[in-house]
């Protein structure tokens, strides 16, 4: 796949140009690196096959059906336990670890071997985000009707404005207008606030470890497109890249993809090898969005891990 700048000219008008952009940046990336349009155009296809999806009650909702699934199946889950050391868990024939390089190393590092080590510390993180959320009296007063109605709204502008966001926070500088990622959950599920009330939820792009407060800045953005946005705002709640790293440690310096998504990355998530998942330790796999297909709630990265998993220890399986 082209860069996005280039798959952009093939739009004719300007809204189409600025509407992929707003789907290509969730490739985290400078819209000139080479194969970044992969991203938007998977993006821009399950959005006009299925829709984007909510998931009724919040993304808990998912996980809780996924464990119940699991649990019906004899399976068994032990939660709010961190793990430091690979010491800590069961004996077993596989673990897979749902963390990034740098984790595994913490936690494992002293059975993987100082040249598999070496190369997962060459992995390379991507840019952070700057995330609200907010409870809102009403919803947001968006001008344009069709915002009015959508689970996810982009801001930034024209192509150029979010492409020019993109390219000078991917080098370490703050955008003053930011591209904002805007979702609306509760305009679509009535169980996310309390009756008459709103919540939504926006994020920027930062660079990889800011913590500068880009609060103003994104409410900035979202009051030019909606005005009277910032009155109906009851409560705010931000998180800094590395507050979303405390509260998740796979969000290195606030990278929520798992690691950069460039086209060196994208396949080769975290090392070049003919399977990512397993590492050089018997029985030690890694099962996150730092292997391939890399970020999403796609959960696929865990489907082939699981696959890696079960081909070794009984034989191809189908
Ligand atoms: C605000 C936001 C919105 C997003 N929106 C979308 C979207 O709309 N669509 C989409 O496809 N993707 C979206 N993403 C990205 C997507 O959520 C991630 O790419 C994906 O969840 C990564 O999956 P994962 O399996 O690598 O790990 P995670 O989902 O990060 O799960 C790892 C889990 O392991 C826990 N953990 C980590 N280390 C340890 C440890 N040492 N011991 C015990 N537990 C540990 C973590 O707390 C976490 O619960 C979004 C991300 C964010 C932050």
């Given at each position: 796949m082209p860069p996005i700048s280039w798959t952009a000219?093939?739009?004719?008008?300007k809204q189409a140009r600025g509407l992929w952009a707003g789907v290509a940046?969730?490739?985290?990336?400078?819209?000139?690196?080479?194969?970044?349009?992969a991203i938007g155009l998977v993006m821009t296809s399950a959005a006009h096959i299925g829709g984007w999806p909510i998931v009724e009650g919040g993304s808990q909702s998912l996980a809780n059906a996924l464990a119940s699934y699991f649990i019906s199946l004899g399976g068994k889950i032990q939660t709010s336990q961190f793990v430091?050391?690979?010491?800590?868990l069961p004996s077993s024939k596989a673990v897979l670890f749902d963390v990034g390089p740098r984790q595994l190393i913490s936690i494992a590092g002293n059975k993987l071997g100082t040249s598999y080590i070496s190369r997962l510390k060459k992995f390379k993180y991507g840019m952070g985000v700057f995330k609200i959320d907010w409870a809102l009296?009403?919803?947001?007063?968006?001008?344009n009707k069709h915002a009015s109605g959508a689970g996810t709204v982009h801001l930034g502008n024209t192509f150029e404005d979010i492409s020019y966001s993109e390219k000078i926070t991917s080098e370490g500088r703050h955008s003053d207008k930011p591209y904002v990622l805007l979702s609306q959950p509760s305009l679509f599920d009535?169980?996310?606030?309390?009756?008459g009330k709103h919540t939504a939820w926006a994020y920027c792009h930062v660079p990889n470890g800011s913590q500068v407060d880009m609060t103003d800045i994104i409410e900035n953005q979202v009051e030019s497109v909606a005005p009277g946005f910032k009155d109906t705002i009851l409560k705010r709640s931000t998180f800094n890249t590395m507050q979303m790293q405390e509260y998740n440690?796979?969000?290195?310096?606030?990278?929520?993809?798992?690691?950069l998504q460039n086209l060196a990355q994208l396949?080769?998530?975290?090392?070049?090898?003919?399977?990512?998942?397993?590492?050089?330790?018997?029985g030690i796999y890694l099962c996150s969005a730092?292997?391939?297909?890399?970020?999403?709630?796609?959960?696929l990265c865990g489907y082939y891990a699981a696959k890696q998993v079960l081909k070794d220890l009984f034989g191809n399986v189908h």
């Open positions: 000219n093939r739009f004719k008008t940046a969730h490739a985290v990336q400078p819209f000139n690196n080479i194969a970044s349009s430091k050391s690979i010491d800590e009296n009403e919803p947001i007063p968006f001008t009535k169980t996310r606030a309390p009756e440690p796979n969000y290195v310096g606030g990278d929520v993809v798992g690691g396949y080769s998530r975290p090392v070049l090898s003919l399977s990512p998942y397993r590492t050089p330790a018997k730092s292997t391939p297909p890399g970020g999403g709630v796609h959960g």
